[in-house]
């Protein structure tokens, strides 16, 4: 059921009233039809004592879920709530990826109280996943998926669906494997529903397969749900068995995270895997301060160009005042360059072998650009600057500004459009090339191409 924030703040009241007033029947009955992701919103907008309580509510199915979309805090503080019962409860009905991913956001005492009280089973098929990388496919997949193989029926297939598919994570999609696990082809539940019985699977299956690899980079599988619209994807290991698979959910949730991430570099902030309004002030802080120091000490070299050019200052003060335009032109035509770029690598648009092709492109962008803001800049110099605000604008010095912007806008978007590609050749996330980095590099070249025009044209 959807609901406004009207409708989230009546309801919040309505259950901080019931808890109160201790008249849980009605607490139930006002949060046991909304989707999981509504009960923990409105969960998390209440006293914190009153979390556990309201929890204990909730059907096991649909407590399971709820606690799968509670912050990771509240997360922590129920586990320490709950008798060992009713943490193996929860842990039963948890998919197993969404277990695993609980266990890495735990500290190393709740993580021990998890895995002491999950079975032998779940708590092996944990470990396994734990010990992949960190960024791998492995780590985001989970290992409940329906198998079949080659002899069955149409109609033993749909019996080992209804005697297993309670407990796993999806029914939609099968995959059929040899007695080695090898991975021989899928199907879906819909090709099983309109074959005839006695067909077999081997009949029915297709053997067009896409699969990603256990250390596979999970942003580049995450890519692969995006391009082709799967809703599965199966994982296998260097020998091609079959070991799991990375369900849609997850692969949305690593974009958003690799998103986030990319979003918090490109303001050079170092990424922060925790929701805002849980992160500490000193840890944001040291999130942004290194990055920030590293910024205030490279702007230095800006400093040191205008000092070195004092003497041309001094002998046409006008000059001054059209330094701050031309420097924040050159840094947003840089950030417009690399910003473009960036999302076309994330996207696997653009490649190493595509530089010259993006420079080529780029190229001719900055010059009609450089020509458009030049042109209209001149006829602000001239009309407003001039003869409006009386400013000491000659037409030497209106050229002095207007070629300097070309020559900017032009070295602006030739760094803008490179340094993420090159930064990505060899290693660096390109992120870091964005906005910070490239305006400070653009200021110092924008003055310099300005002081170069000023000393040959002005003679200074």
Known sequence: MARNEENYEALIESMETYLKEKKYVQAREAIVDLEPFDIAYVMEALPEDTIPIVFRLLPKEIAAEVFVELDTDSQEDLIKSFSRAELKEVLDELYLDDAVDIIEEMPANVVKRILSTADAETRQNINNILQYPEDSTGSIMTTEYIDLKTNMTVEDALKRIRRVGQDMETINVMYVTDPARHLLGYMTIRDLLMSEEDQTVEEIMDTNIISASTLDDQEETARKFERYDFLTMPVVDKENRL??????????????????????????IS?????????????????????????????????????????????????????????DTGGNCGSQASVTVIRGISLDEIELKDLLKVIWKEM???????CILAVCNFGKLMLVDRLLLHNPITITVALVICLTLVFTVFAAKLVGCTLPILAKAIGFDPAVMASPFITTIVDAISLLIYFRFAQTLLQL
Not at 257 to 268: G, V
Not at 305 to 326: G, H, K, N, Q, R
Not at 364 to 370: D, L, Q, S, T
């Open 364 to 370: 001719r962008v900055a010059v009609i650009i450089g």
């Open 271 to 327: 990424p922060s895997y925790k929701p805002y309004l849980n992160t500490g002030v000193l840890e944001t802080v040291k999130s942004r301060i290194p990055w920030l120091l590293l910024l205030m000490v490279s702007a230095t070299f800006t400093g040191q160009i205008i000092s070195s050019f004092e003497d041309a200052l001094a002998a046409v003060t006008i000059l001054t005042a059209y330094i701050p335009m031309l420097m």
């Open 243 to 268: 070991v799991g698979i990375v369900t849609i959910d997850d692969a949305l949730d690593v974009l958003v995270e690799e998103t986030t991430e990319d979003i918090e570099r490109m303001a050079a």
